[in-house]
T-cell receptor
Framework: QQQVKQSPQSLIVQKGGISIINCAYE??????FPWYQQFPGKGPALLIA?????SEKKEGRFTISFNKSAKQFSLHIMDSQPGDSATYFC????????????FGEGTQLTVNP | GAVVSQHPSRVICKSGTSVKIECRSL??????MFWYRQFPKQSLMLMAT?????????EQGVEKDKFLINHASLTLSTLTVTSAHPEDSSFYIC???????????FGQGTRLTVV
């Protein structure tokens, strides 16, 4: 059973546009929600993370919006750049450090120049 | 962030043989390491959690006798795929953390191809 559902599967955005990726979770015990960026042939790298006591977190061009009642969270990439083209994974964990992660299915983002 | 290194980055082995993948934390002592598996264009699935000096905890559906995990030191964990078959071909990724209150950092992954 997929506990974290991610959409869309793929996304094409023009340079300078906003990329939005959505995730929904089922387990209310999840306490930590990170987003990872993965380039082909590489391991995932942490982008930004949020805990359920906060509704929004922003770091540079990346923003997480969190809706606890709806059990949904999303990643917004402002001013998207071709270098942002990668696969993005949302994840969830019930450990404070986010170590035993349950990942979403991934979104292949392409930013056209 | 902290550095986690995997070796080898790519390996090809013959069906029926065993292959060992190493995961090292280079600049911190990792009390816990995690092993994930990722099929092409799919998500990462947690295989097992290994704590230094104790037996690994495997996720449901993961064969512990096929995927042997050893975490003998605070900087090294190994995953051995025994009697490998073509269906074991995958991208194996480890992550490591200092303790429960710190972030886990991922290695660069190991591409295993069984022919």
């Amino acid at each position: 059973q997929q506990q974290v559902k991610q959409s869309p599967q793929s996304l094409i955005v023009q340079k300078g546009g906003i990329s939005i990726i959505n995730c929904a979770y089922e387990n209310t015990a999840f306490d930590y929600f990170p987003w990872y960026q993965q380039f082909p042939g590489k391991g995932p790298a942490l982008l930004i993370a949020i805990r359920p006591d906060v509704s929004e977190k922003k770091e540079g061009r990346f923003t997480i919006s969190f809706n606890k009642s709806a059990k949904q969270f999303s990643l917004h990439i402002m001013d998207s750049q071709p270098g942002d083209s990668a696969t993005y994974f949302c994840a969830a964990s019930w450990e404070t450090s986010g170590s035993r992660l349950t990942f979403g299915e991934g979104t292949q983002l392409t930013v056209n120049p | 962030g902290a550095v986690v290194s995997q070796h080898p980055s790519r390996v090809i082995c013959k069906s029926g043989t065993s292959v060992k993948i190493e995961c090292r934390s280079l600049d911190f002592q990792a009390t816990t390491m995690f092993w994930y598996r990722q099929f092409p264009k799919q998500s990462l699935m947690l295989m097992a959690t290994s704590n230094e000096g104790s037996k690994a905890t495997y996720e449901q559906g993961v064969e512990k006798d096929k995927f042997l995990i050893n975490h003998a030191s605070l900087t090294l964990s190994t995953l051995t795929v025994t009697s490998a078959h073509p269906e074991d071909s995958s991208f194996y990724i480890c992550s490591a953390r200092l303790n429960r209150d710190t972030e886990a950092f991922f290695g660069q992954g190991t591409r295993l191809t069984v022919v």
